[in-house]
Every structure is written in C-alpha cells, then in structure tokens.
C-alpha cells in the first residue's frame, strides 16, 4: 500500500502511488503513470497513476457495490465517521499545509485556511446525521399520515480542482457520504498527492471498503468515463465553464444529476464614502491571495470617480511591496501559479488588455529573479482605466490580474458589476446603509459581501452562482444536501379503508 508521508514530502520525490478502488491499494490496468511536479520549484512530489475507462469502471462497480449496505448504515453513524476524519484532518494539518504549498504552491496562511475548510465542513456535515430533516405535514384526509424524506441518491462521481485541493473535496465528499451516498473522486491531475492522502484519511477514519475510491488521471479518460458512466447517478464538477457545458451534455442521455460549479469574474465597488484603508486591504485580498487563483477572486474593481485616483495609487503601492516567493517560506505574499499553461494564459491577458487600451499600471510579467525562474511566478497585475466591455473585465483569468473600472455613481456600479456572464461573487464598500441594502439586493450573484472582499465564503452558509457560475445548485450549508439526496414523500394510511385524495376530500 502506498501511503505519503506528507511530512517528508521533499523526500518522496520517485514515490509511485495508486489508486484506491474497494478498499484496495491497486494499479492501473494502463501501468502507465503521471507525475506531480511543484509549481514553485519543479521538484518531484509522486508518480501517479494514468488511469483508463477500465479503471473508472472498476471503481464505479465496487462503488455501486458498497452503496447497498452504506445506505442503511444511520446517518448518525455515518456521521461518527465524518467526526473522525475531521479530527485526523486536525491531527495532520501542519503537514497537509506543508504538503499543499509545495504541491499546489499557495502560502502557508492560505494552505492551512484550505484543511480548516476542510475540517469545518466534515463537522458540519457530521452533525447533519443528526439532523437531515424532512418534512411532516397534516394529510387533506383523516386518519392519513403524511412525510417526506431525503433518500441517496447511489454512485456519485467527484470531480474537483486543484486550487483548493482539500476543501473543495470536502464539499462534495463529505455531504455525499453522510446522505448515504458512494463516491468515485478523481481530484485534479495537477494535485494528486493532496487527492490521495484525503482518501487515505477517510479509510483511516473508518469508512468501510468501496464507499470512497479514488482514481487518478486525466479528464479525457477518468472525468469522461465517470460522467458516462451508466451506473454514476450523481456528477458533481468544479472547474471551467468549458467543461461544464461538456458534462452536462455527456450526462444529458443517462439523464444524470448534475451539480456545476463554474467560473467568476468578481467585482468589488469602491463608493466615495468607503473606508479607503479597509477596501484596499479588500481588495489586495481577494485579487492577489492565492495568486487569484480562486473562483471568487476579485478580478474587477469597480471605483466611484471620487476616490478613482486616491485608491489606484494605494493599490498599486501595496501590490508593489509584494513578495513572491514559495508558499512555504514564512514572508511570502504571493505563490507561484499552477502550471506553465496558466502562466501563459495569464500573460496573454496581459497582452490581450495593453492591445486594448486598457492601461498597465504595474506587474504584467512573468517574475525570474532570484531562483523564481524554476517555478511559475507572475507578478501582481493591476489594470487602468478599464473599459467594462474589455475582455480582460470580462473573462476569467484565473491569475494575480485585476482591472480597475472608473463609474460615476451606485447604479452604475452595480450596472457594470452585473454585466457579464458569471454570478458567482460581489461586494461593495460603502458607509451608506441605503446604498448596502440595494447592493444586496440588486447584484446578480450568489454571494454578496458588504464591507469585504469577494473571497472568504463560509461552508455553512450555500456556495455557488448564477448565471453561467453554474446550473442552479448550491453546495456548502443545506444546500448540499439538495444535490446529494432525492426527496421521497411518504403517506400513511391508517383509517382502514381506500381513501382517494382530492376526490374524498370533496364536502
Ligand atoms: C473556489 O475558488 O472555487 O470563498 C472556492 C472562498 C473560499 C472558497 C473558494 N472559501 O474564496
């Protein structure tokens, strides 16, 4: 059995690991493997394997196998086992930290916020086997009892990406299991390491064979097979509006449930009467943690003419002093980006918006000092005079680049925050509780901050958004619940005799 010694990560470098499939530590049928490799520095973290259809199928089968005892195990024990797990999560997250800064590179503030989220959701979702309400509810005939209840749903497939590498998993595994649910994950290629030890976690937790497998590999292979696959009832994505729009296609003909978490390109609004010193540190936050790496970033900033100028300077002062570096190291701001591929796309971006006139205020290159080369650096990027229409404030850049947007008043703002396709994040500093109440009412978002910056959801409250953010599901909170049971209403009759509903009712 391959098992990471998470605290020795700089030492596992040739380690080859496995998927996990019934309970067993198991190869792929491919034999053949992948690599993950450090964003900060190029070094090794493991060889894992690239797994085929044949894989997807084993894991799936097994899956559908454990799901007929799993489902009658109480919720409140299965919830037991969601208790365990957070406090191995607990037990291990200085190592998890660790482990997730040199293999997905964010700070170690940040890396540690990651497993917390982790942990907070397992103990919600602990104690939801406990609660799982349904309904009861006064039949329309006498001597009837009426109910509803959640039920499983059976196999789902857990399809998550590597920029929040554990506590994204946690909020479609955890909620999944304690409904009664069994799970096929594949985690992200670009983070299988922190994929396998929350899996190995999870058994160390108690969970019996085949409720959790997990099988490593691309999406072309794994992801599309599971989202094929007859037997998978449940897809549950986060990732980009491209894949999104594929799996729901792919999962229209086994008319499959599926739950998608999309892009989002976040606006915060500066108004005049804002707390200039509080909406920079908003900003700074939610534009340049994680690299912007994170659905929610703040890839907008939308200024009311009469602090445009004042917040501008302050930002890019601020966005100047910031140290990049690797995650790890204690006085690190800003960690490299994923991969090569992200830090091209996030150059051409910055290409894309000087070729539109918008103005480069600082940052736009690829940072190589100082041994920065070896990994994939992009320095803080904040755009002038930005034209709403533009495609650098349209589209999601998933890096370090912001765009400044210059309006003359509220309803303006709020006419240019909510023009674009996503709906997932938003906020708004002002000091004017009138000005407040219509920002949360009138942005079109799933999420609205007051005071804040956009990132910083919290897991008991419903995450996800509108428009193309998604399809209309929400996960975190109760709503999770939504996309991993299915109601069930129930009637009992006691009166002894046929009674017909709607037609006895008749006086
Ligand atoms: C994401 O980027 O997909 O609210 C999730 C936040 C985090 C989660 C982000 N708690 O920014």
Redesign the pocket.
Known sequence: MAQLDSSSVALTGTKTFQNYIGGEWVDSASGETFESTSPATGESIGIFPKSTAEDVDRAVAAAKAAVEEWRLVPAPQRGEILYRFANLLTEEKDDLTDLMSHEMGKVKAEAG?DVQ?AIDMSLYMAGEGRRMFGQTTPSELRDKFNMSVRQPIGVVGAIT?W??PI??PSWKIAPALVCGNTVVFKPATDTPALGERFVELFADAGLPAGVLNIVHGGGGAVGDRLVKHPDVRVITL?GSRETGVEVMRNAADGLKHVHL?LG?KNAIIVLDDADLELAVEGIVW?AF??SG?????ASRVIVQDGVYEQLQSKLVAVAEKMRLGPGWEDDTDVGPVINKRALEKIHSYTEIGKGEGAKLLTGGEVATDDGLDKGFFYRPTIFGDVDPQMRVAQEEIFGPTTALIRVKDVDEAIRVSNGINYGL?SSIFTRDVNKAFRAMRDLEAG?TYINAG??????HLP?GGTKDTGNGHREAGQAALDVFTEWKSIYVDYSGKLQKAQIDTAS
Not at 454 to 459: C, D, H, K, R
């Open positions: 916020g989220e990406p920029n929040f506590a994204i986060t978490e989002g939610s943690g994680t790496q994170r659905c929610t970033a994040s999420i956009t990132i910083g959801a919290e897991v995450f």
